[in-house]
């Protein structure tokens, strides 16, 4: 009997703006086959608003995170119609959230419509473009540890309240697309990513256990319309680097985004 494969069960706790976001980015898979279809009643998606403009926290939403691609995806596993009815009353899912329901949210939690509470919030959207390589650029990493190692350090950018939008990766280094944490500096977010995937490198094969990232990495801010062409060329990196080196990658990079830089120490 062949062994079981054996699924890494994490809880972490997303706001509304979060789910919102993952599906913004197509990182959402309401609709995996084994879905069944929408079943809620108007009514059943107004008492959902209803309980979350009331602040009432939502019962658990099982996920299902994947590689595609290089394109992290979450498979709905439980919880699609509450998705649903938020995505509706957002307008993220237009005419599917009726005016008439509206007004019956009005008559169930007038409250929340008829008086003004301050509801301080921190908001933010920082896409980051970051890129590093393997120490002294050995060509390491090999094809078929790949898409695990993504998803690994999906996982811990996800540990870190980010999301990892996109990643890519050659023999000697790697690229990844991240909805920056809010809470998290940057070189604090780069060190998790960093450490977490090299121990956990270390732990997969022979030829990882001397594995080492190099100690410098770039990272670049990008704007929300660029993000597309981002994924595309993150995506395409094996293509890409069949002409063109990491060194020569990385120093248009560099001069793209006005960095100044001394050749004797960003190599390592």
Same mark, same amino acid.
């Given at each position: ?141 090999? @094809?078929?540890?790949? @898409? ?23 023999? @000697? ?88 830089? @001394? ?6």
């Amino acid at each position: 009997m062949p062994n079981a494969e054996t699924l890494d069960h994490r809880t972490t706790t997303k706001t509304v703006l979060d789910l919102l976001n993952l599906y913004r980015g197509d990182n959402l898979n309401l609709n995996p086959g084994f879905q069944r279809q929408s079943v809620w009643s108007e009514r059943d998606r107004a008492k959902l608003i209803e309980s979350i403009l009331r602040n009432y926290p939502l019962p658990a939403i099982f996920l299902y995170k994947r590689q595609q691609d290089g394109h992290v995806i979450y498979d709905v596993i439980d919880g699609k119609q509450r998705l649903e009815s938020i995505l509706m009353f957002t307008g993220e899912m237009r005419g599917r959230f009726p005016t008439k329901v509206l007004k019956k949210i009005q008559t169930l939690v007038p409250w929340c419509l008829r008086v003004s509470i301050p509801m301080p919030q921190s908001l933010a959207q920082v896409l980051v473009h970051l890129v590093f390589s393997t120490k002294n650029r050995e060509p390491v990493l090999a @094809d078929d540890i790949r @898409d695990e190692l993504h998803a690994y350090i999906g996982g811990i950018v996800d540990n870190q309240k980010g999301t990892l939008l996109k990643a890519g990766s050659v023999a @000697d280094h790697i690229h990844l697309l991240i909805a920056h944490p809010r809470t998290c500096a940057p070189s604090e977010l780069v060190q998790e990513i960093k450490t977490g995937s090299s121990k956990w490198l270390k732990t997969k094969a022979a030829r990882y256990e001397d594995f080492h990232w190099q100690s410098g990495y770039g990272i670049f801010s990008i704007s929300p319309t660029h993000r597309p062409a981002l994924e595309r060329y993150i995506g395409n990196q094996a293509e890409h680097h069949r002409i063109v080196t990491f060194q020569e990658e990385y120093r248009r990079l560099l001069e793209k985004y006005g960095i100044q830089f @001394d050749e004797r120490y960003v190599w390592d």
